[in-house]
């Protein structure tokens, strides 16, 4: 196969494909409507690039594997603070609470400027527009690093920018993939994408940690990922070739409409919105455990009075100083439980869509429901047994991530692929705004608000650890709500994929500003 050629007239034209004559029926319904066959389209075609050269597999394979790379150093970054945010509460001399604005200034511009790189994405060239975001996001988190320590909020206001770059990136590498594969090959590369979240998260704090021990400054934990993003700026000019919005679903007949519109008709797909909300109860829970699970472990470890070699296997922290173990043994949970958790969800979706369209909903529904009881009772034991509570938390990340491709491919196969970059801001937007923008401040105010309850000095570690405990109660209470929308967006989830595909393929009309039409009327559109 060398080119997927858009037709030209009333027939669909597939080069070096068998062509199917076996489909008798009438090309008029028995309404009365004409009938246009659905373009079958295989897992992967080589579709065509922006400048009409083809790409080819092994080149759409390569730019999977560069935005994996990028997604990894985006989640590495974003985590090696949690990694060192013992070492950066005590060079800053920080509150519970001034913790968690240093998460929550990133995850507030990331979310402002998603909707802007959404529509850019929609756009403009989309390699182009990563490009410049990552150079961004390496030049300020570098800059970052250099901030002395009695100006807390310029270092602040530099992880505040950081979110600027990233919002560049996670609007529109999926769109990209999207666009490259279809069907379950794009499900893998999604799964392989995603894989970037749970494995750069645990390597920041494995990174960070012992990166901050080596050279006696949790600064340089800062300085690893900007060099290597420069790195992958440059394979994006180089190798990444654009390939052109909807090719690779047979989506010929598209055409941008209008940002309001665009937003508008998004809005109106009901699985897109409750699964958006479903997301935004993920990223509570899982931006208020990022940051605090691992100085919470840390004072809980320090509230029972045990050293570093009992706080996990022994040939993981023989000779480590108590921070620097449990940063490395949450970054080891991290990466398994994301291994696992990603892949998992995948697979188990995959084989269930057999035999079930509804599939990829209640697998998601699924995993935020059956961590519940693995993060309340980790945070039960905590007081007592540490490996248990590793071990809880754990199978606990492990069901959170097994969403975390699902969702995605979700809102591909329900978007039109002209407005799933402007999709993907607003899924971003609301469910950081909602979600891990609020949750560690929200975590770190309700702590510090019972340490008043203590007689014990605030900063104390079983003072710490109480009133820690407390306040994490509220993510499993969260999970459970968002398997709720979870299971709602299930009912919605067939529908909306049919409609989008119908838009995709010519067989409904891209609803414009003022249009009234349903995605389900029999209207036939000609190829341009």
Same mark, same amino acid.
């Given at each position: 196969?060398?080119?997927?050629?858009?037709?030209?007239?009333?027939?669909?034209?597939?080069?070096?494909?068998?062509?199917?004559?076996?489909?008798?029926?009438?090309?008029?319904?028995?309404?009365?409507?004409?009938?246009?066959?659905?373009?079958?389209?295989?897992?992967?075609?080589?579709?065509?690039?922006?400048?009409?050269?083809?790409?080819?597999?092994?080149?759409?394979?390569?730019?999977?594997?560069?935005?994996?790379?990028?997604?990894?150093?985006?989640?590495?970054?974003?985590?090696?603070?949690?990694?060192?945010?013992?070492?950066?509460?005590?060079?800053?001399?920080?509150?519970?609470?001034?913790?968690?604005?240093?998460?929550?200034?990133?995850?507030?511009?990331?979310?402002?400027?998603?909707?802007?790189?959404?529509?850019?994405?929609?756009?403009?060239?989309?390699?182009?527009?990563?490009?410049?975001?990552?150079?961004?996001?390496?030049?300020?988190?570098?800059?970052?690093?250099?901030?002395?320590?009695?100006?807390?909020?310029?270092?602040?206001?530099?992880? +505040?920018?950081? #979110?600027?770059?990233?919002?560049?990136?996670? /609007?529109? !590498?999926?769109?990209?993939? %999207?666009? @490259? $594969?279809?069907?379950?090959?794009?499900?893998?590369?999604?799964?392989?994408?995603?894989?970037?979240?749970?494995?750069?998260?645990?390597?920041?704090?494995?990174?960070?940690?012992?990166?901050?021990?080596?050279?006696?400054?949790?600064?340089?934990?800062?300085?690893?990922?900007?060099?290597?993003?420069?790195?992958?700026?440059?394979?994006?000019?180089?190798?990444?070739?654009?390939?052109?919005?909807?090719?690779?679903?047979?989506?010929?007949?598209?055409?941008?409409?209008?940002?309001?519109?665009?937003?508008?008709?998004?809005?109106?797909?009901?699985?897109?919105?409750? +699964?958006?909300? #479903?997301?935004?109860?993920?990223?509570?829970? /899982?931006? !208020?455990?990022?940051?605090? %699970?691992? @100085? $919470?472990?840390?004072?809980?470890?320090?509230?029972?009075?045990?050293?570093?070699?009992?706080?996990?296997?022994?040939?993981?922290?023989?000779?480590?100083?108590?921070?620097?173990?449990?940063?490395?043994?949450?970054?080891?949970?991290?990466?398994?439980?994301?291994?696992?958790?990603?892949?998992?969800?995948?697979?188990?979706?995959?084989?269930?869509?057999?035999?079930?369209?509804?599939?990829?909903?209640?697998?998601?529904?699924?995993?935020?429901?059956?961590?519940?009881?693995?993060?309340?009772?980790?945070?039960?034991?905590?007081?007592?047994?540490?490996?248990?509570?590793?071990?809880?938390?754990?199978?606990?990340?492990?069901?959170?991530?097994?969403?975390?491709?699902?969702? %995605?491919?979700?809102?591909?196969?329900?978007?039109?692929?002209?407005?799933?970059?402007?999709?993907?801001?607003?899924?971003?937007?609301?469910?950081?705004?909602?979600?891990?923008?609020?949750?560690?401040?929200?975590?770190?105010?309700?702590?510090?608000?019972?340490?008043?309850?203590?007689?014990?000095?605030?900063?104390?570690?079983?003072?710490?650890?109480?009133?820690?405990?407390?306040?994490?109660?509220?993510?499993?209470?969260?999970?459970?709500?968002?398997?709720?929308?979870?299971?709602?967006?299930?009912?919605?989830?067939?529908?909306?994929?049919?409609?989008?595909?119908?838009?995709?393929?010519?067989?409904?009309?891209?609803?414009?500003?003022?249009?009234?039409?349903?995605?389900?009327?029999?209207?036939?559109?000609?190829?341009?």
């Amino acid at each position: 196969m060398r080119k997927f050629i858009p037709p030209f007239d009333d027939t669909v034209q597939l080069d070096d494909m068998p062509v199917d004559f076996s489909d008798t029926a009438p090309i008029v319904d028995d309404d009365g409507n004409q009938r246009r066959p659905e373009i079958e389209v295989p897992d992967h075609v080589v579709v065509a690039s922006e400048n009409n050269d083809s790409i080819s597999r092994a080149t759409a394979y390569a730019s999977v594997a560069i935005l994996l790379c990028i997604n990894l150093l985006n989640y590495m970054d974003r985590y090696t603070v949690a990694g060192v945010l013992k070492d950066i509460q005590d060079y800053y001399q920080l509150e519970n609470s001034e913790d968690g604005l240093i998460q929550t200034v990133f995850v507030i511009t990331y979310m402002v400027f998603s909707p802007i790189f959404g529509f850019l994405g929609d756009r403009f060239t989309r390699k182009y527009l990563m490009a410049a975001g990552i150079l961004f996001w390496s030049a300020v988190t570098f800059l970052g690093s250099m901030i002395p320590r009695d100006h807390f909020y310029a270092f602040a206001l530099m992880r +505040a920018l950081v #979110g600027v770059g990233e919002a560049s990136y996670s /609007t529109i !590498a999926p769109t990209i993939i %999207a666009d @490259l $594969f279809t069907g379950s090959m794009r499900s893998r590369m999604l799964m392989i994408f995603y894989f970037a979240i749970p494995v750069g998260s645990g390597l920041g704090y494995i990174v960070g940690s012992n990166i901050a021990k080596a050279l006696g400054a949790w600064q340089w934990a800062l300085r690893v990922t900007p060099v290597l993003g420069v790195v992958c700026v440059i394979l994006i000019l180089v190798v990444l070739k654009e390939p052109k919005r909807g090719m690779s679903e047979g989506g010929v007949t598209l055409h941008n409409t209008s940002y309001l519109t665009d937003l508008k008709e998004v809005m109106k797909i009901p699985s897109f919105v409750l +699964a958006t909300i #479903g997301f935004t109860c993920v990223t509570f829970t /899982t931006g !208020a455990l990022a940051l605090w %699970a691992p @100085l $919470f472990m840390y004072d809980s470890i320090k509230a029972q009075g045990k050293e570093a070699s009992q706080a996990g296997p022994n040939y993981l922290c023989a000779g480590e100083p108590l921070k620097v173990c449990v940063a490395f043994t949450f970054g080891i949970i991290t990466v398994l439980a994301g291994f696992v958790g990603v892949a998992l969800g995948a697979e188990i979706s995959r084989r269930y869509k057999k035999i079930n369209p509804r599939a990829d909903p209640l697998v998601c529904a699924f995993g935020l429901l059956t961590c519940v009881p693995f993060l309340f009772f980790a945070l039960v034991l905590s007081q007592w047994y540490t490996v248990p509570t590793y071990i809880l938390i754990f199978l606990g990340e492990t069901m959170l991530c097994l969403n975390w491709s699902i969702i %995605a491919d979700m809102l591909l196969y329900v978007v039109i692929p002209t407005r799933r970059s402007t999709a993907e801001s607003v899924q971003i937007l609301v469910s950081h705004a909602f979600g891990d923008a609020g949750s560690p401040y929200i975590v770190g105010l309700v702590s510090q608000a019972l340490a008043k309850n203590y007689n014990a000095p605030p900063r104390s570690a079983y003072v710490q650890y109480k009133t820690l405990q407390l306040a994490l109660y509220v993510t499993p209470f969260i999970c459970v709500l968002g398997g709720g929308f979870f299971l709602a967006t299930a009912l919605f989830i067939e529908k909306d994929k049919s409609n989008a595909m119908k838009i995709t393929q010519g067989q409904a009309p891209v609803q414009e500003a003022g249009d009234t039409d349903s995605y389900d009327d029999p209207i036939i559109l000609s190829y341009e």
